[in-house]
């Protein structure tokens, strides 16, 4: 099965390297979590820059750099019922 085209909205599975893990020294996230893309960049030769932010079961410290998600969404993504949150402040980036 192709993988889709990369776009805003989409909730792939990523090895996600939160930024203390990179502060650490480490090069590669401990587990595939979902995540949100967040923008899509085509470059000039067509490769693409893909932004993600990470989902995660963890309550944001600061709940202003975090967005829930409602149950609805998180039914309709397959996701587990339990409370979720896109981190607003911590991204990744990767062609």
Do not use: Q
Not at 12 to 29: C, D, H, T, V
Request: charged letters at 25%; a negative charge; hydrophobic letters at 40%.
């Amino acid at each position: 099965m192709a993988l889709p085209e990369p776009e805003f909205g989409l909730v792939i599975s990523y090895s996600y390297l939160w930024r203390n893990e990179y502060k650490a020294g480490k090069n590669e996230g401990l587990k595939n979590r979902p995540c949100a893309i967040i923008l899509v960049v085509k470059n000039d030769n067509d490769s693409r820059t893909v932004t993600v932010a990470p989902i995660t079961h963890i309550p944001p410290v600061d709940p202003a750099v975090a967005i829930e998600i409602p149950p609805k969404v998180k039914k309709h993504l397959g996701l587990d019922g339990e409370r979720l949150w896109i981190i607003l402040d911590d991204f990744n980036e990767f062609l």
